[in-house]
Every structure is written in structure tokens, then in C-alpha cells.
């Protein structure tokens, strides 16, 4: 029984990671878009990315992630 207990978790590991991102892009698509950070202080960008919606928050924090991972290893 330890052998599946121990294949099983890359996966939690995996699940964690992704709910962590879930919980992190949540929180910071709220302030950027509905507390409008984006529209006050970075008028200057287009506004797809003033205003940007939550899975597009979240998948640039899932590339980030991965691209972080990736050169600092």
C-alpha cells in the first residue's frame, strides 16, 4: 500500500500547485480588474491589459510559473 501512496504524490503535488495559482490569480485579477488598479495606473497599457479576464490571469501565471521553472530550475 505505501507504493501507491508514494505514486500518488507528483500528482497532489501537481493539484496543490495548481490551486495555489487558482487562489494567487483570483486575488490578483480582483485588484487589477474590479478594484481597477489597471485603468488607474497603467492607463498606458491596451486595454486587453487593463482589464484582462480571470483565465487569462491565471494562464499567464501558469507560464510564468513554468518559464520560471524553467531557467532557475
Not at 485588484?31 to 490571469?57: H, M, N, S
Not at 510564468?64 to 532557475?72: D, H, W
Request: hydrophobic share 65%; aromatic share 22%.
Amino acid at each position: 500500500m505505501s507504493h501507491f501512496s508514494l505514486a500518488l504524490f507528483p500528482i497532489w503535488v501537481w493539484v496543490a500547485g495548481i490551486l495555489i495559482l487558482f487562489a494567487l490569480s483570483f486575488v490578483f485579477w480582483f485588484v487589477w480588474t474590479i478594484c481597477e488598479i489597471g485603468r488607474k495606473y497603467f492607463d498606458f497599457l491596451p486595454e486587453r491589459l487593463q482589464a484582462p479576464g480571470f483565465w487569462a490571469v491565471l494562464g499567464i501565471l501558469i507560464c510564468v510559473s513554468i518559464l520560471g521553472n524553467l531557467v532557475f530550475g
